[in-house]
C-alpha cells in the first residue's frame, strides 16, 4: 500500500511523484518502458517550462542545462521567411528556450523522483484499475506475472491514449480534440542552431511544420494537423512531411545536405476539453492523459509540469485527511479551470475558426498580413510570438493594443486590394 500511485512516468507522472515523495507521502511510479527511453515529441522546453524544472531543481543541470538552446524564432508562409526576432523575455523567465529529446528529459525526471523518495516501477503494463472506499488498486502485469498495487491515490499521466483516462471517463478522447503528428530527427543541418522555424504552407494548414535545432548540425522536424478538417487531408502526415522537406524552399534550404536519422514516427495528441471529468473517487488525471495540450501549437510540456505542481498543491490537505472522494479531488480540478479553461477555450475557437481547409487562401493571406505587422512592430511581434511559443496566454491577443493594430493592419490591406 502506497500513498500515490502514478501512472507513467512521463514530464507530468514524473514531476508529479517528485512533489509527493518531497511532501513525504509514499509514491511507486510506473512506467510500462524501461528508462532511458523515447518519447515522439517536438523536444521543445520553453521557457515556462524551465522555470517549471527551475521548481524541481533540474534546470541548471545535466542534459536540460546542457541542451541546445533556442533564442530566436522564424515563421515561414509559403517557403517566404515573413517575419524572425528573439523570443521575447516575460518577467522572470529565461529568454531562450532549449531542444530536449525526450530520451534524455524524461530520465533526468524520473532520477529525480527516485532520488526523492519514489518508486520507480518499469516494464510494468497497467490493464486497469478498481475503486473502493478504502483505496484505489492497480493491476499491473511485470515480468509475466499479474500483479496488484494498493494506493490512496491514483494518478493518470499515461498520455493522450491514457488507460486510466478511458476508464474514468468511460470513453476514449472525442476525435474532434485530437491532434495527429509527426517526426524524424535530421543530422547535417544547415542553418542558425538557435533558432526555432515554423513553417505555415498549405499542404499542412490548418497544421504546421517545425524545424527545432537539436545542436549545431541536427534537428527534430515535424508537422502537427489537428484530425477533423474540413475537407479531410486524404494523405498520411508521413507523406505530408516528406512533401515539405522537397518543395518547401525555406525548409528545403535547410535540409539541403541533410539526411534523416531514423524513420518519421507519429503520435496522436488530445486537446484540453473542459467538459470531460479529470476526477473521480481516488483519481485524478494530469498532463496530456487530462488531455491538457493548447490546440494552437500543441505545447503539453510545460502544462504536463505545471499540472503536477498544481496537482500535489492542491490535494495536500485530502491526501493528509484521507478524503479521497471526487468532491474532495475539486481543488484540483478548480486550479486547472482558473489556468486554463477560458485560454484553451479562445485557442480552440481560433483553430475551429481556420479548419475549413477551402478557405485556406484567405487564411494564409491573414497571417501574412499579420505577419507583415510583426515585422514593423516589436510590441506587436514580442506578444505574438510568446502566445505562439507558450510563453504568455492566448487571451493577450485580446488586448486592446494588440486587437486594434491587427484590426488596422487587415484594413489597410483589405483596402490595398481594391
Known amino acids: ?53 527551475d521548481r524541481l531543481g533540474l534546470a541548471s543541470q545535466g542534459p536540460v542545462y546542457e541542451a541546445n538552446r533556442i533564442h530566436n524564432a522564424a515563421l515561414h508562409i509559403d517557403g517566404k521567411l515573413v517575419v524572425e526576432g528573439p523570443l521575447p523575455q516575460l518577467e522572470a523567465l529565461r529568454d531562450y528556450g532549449t531542444c530536449v529529446p525526450r530520451m534524455l528529459l524524461d530520465e533526468v525526471i524520473v532520477k529525480a523522483a527516485v532520488a526523492s523518495g519514489a518508486r520507480s516501477i518499469e516494464d510494468a503494463q497497467v490493464t486497469g484499475y478498481d475503486v473502493d472506499e478504502s483505496c484505489a488498486t492497480v493491476f499491473l502485469r511485470t515480468g509475466g506475472r499479474d ?12 498520455g493522450s491514449a491514457s488507460l486510466i483516462a478511458r476508464r474514468l471517463r468511460g470513453t476514449a478522447p472525442p476525435r474532434y480534440d485530437r491532434i495527429a503528428a509527426v517526426r524524424v530527427y535530421f543530422d547535417g543541418v544547415t542553418g542558425p542552431a538557435d533558432r526555432a522555424d515554423l513553417y505555415v504552407d498549405s499542404p499542412a494548414f490548418p497544421g504546421y511544420c517545425w524545424l527545432f535545432p537539436t545542436g549545431a548540425n541536427g534537428a527534430n522536424v515535424g508537422v502537427g494537423m489537428p484530425v477533423e478538417i474540413r475537407p479531410p487531408v486524404n494523405r498520411p502526415l508521413r507523406e505530408i512531411l516528406l512533401e ?50 493548447n490546440p494552437l501549437n500543441g505545447e503539453g510540456i510545460q502544462y504536463a509540469l505545471q499540472s503536477a505542481r498544481w496537482c500535489a498543491r492542491s490535494l495536500l490537505d485530502a491526501l493528509a485527511s484521507d478524503n479521497l472522494c471526487a468532491n474532495a479531488l475539486d481543488p484540483y480540478v478548480k486550479r486547472v479551470r482558473e489556468e486554463m479553461h477560458f485560454d484553451m477555450a479562445l485557442a480552440s475557437l481560433l483553430v475551429d475558426i481556420v479548419r475549413n481547409r477551402a478557405l485556406n487562401p484567405l487564411w494564409l493571406w491573414l497571417m501574412r498580413t499579420i505577419a507583415k505587422r510583426a515585422a514593423g512592430d516589436s510590441g506587436y511581434a514580442n506578444t505574438l510570438c510568446a502566445v505562439l511559443a507558450g510563453i504568455a496566454p492566448v487571451r493577450r491577443l485580446l488586448e486592446p493594443r494588440f486587437a486594434w493594430a491587427t484590426i488596422q493592419q487587415v484594413y489597410a490591406a483589405t483596402s490595398a486590394l481594391k
Open 1 to 53: 500500500m502506497v500513498d500515490v500511485a502514478i501512472v507513467g512516468a512521463g514530464p507530468a507522472g514524473a514531476a508529479a511523484a517528485c512533489y509527493f515523495a518531497r511532501l513525504g507521502f509514499t509514491v511507486a511510479l510506473i512506467d510500462r518502458r524501461r528508462f532511458p527511453r523515447d518519447k515522439v515529441c517536438g523536444d521543445f522546453v520553453g521557457p515556462l517550462a524551465l522555470a517549471e524544472l
Open 147 to 158: 500483479e496488484r498495487l494498493r494506493c490512496r491515490l491514483l494518478l493518470g499521466a499515461d
Open 244 to 293: 515539405l522537406t522537397k518543395r518547401n524552399p525555406a525548409l528545403r534550404a535547410r535540409l539541403a545536405n541533410a539526411t534523416m536519422r531514423e524513420r518519421i514516427v507519429g503520435w496522436p495528441l488530445a486537446t484540453f476539453d473542459p467538459n470531460l471529468p479529470i476526477v473521480a473517487d481516488r483519481v485524478a488525471l494530469i498532463g496530456d492523459a487530462a488531455g491538457l495540450i
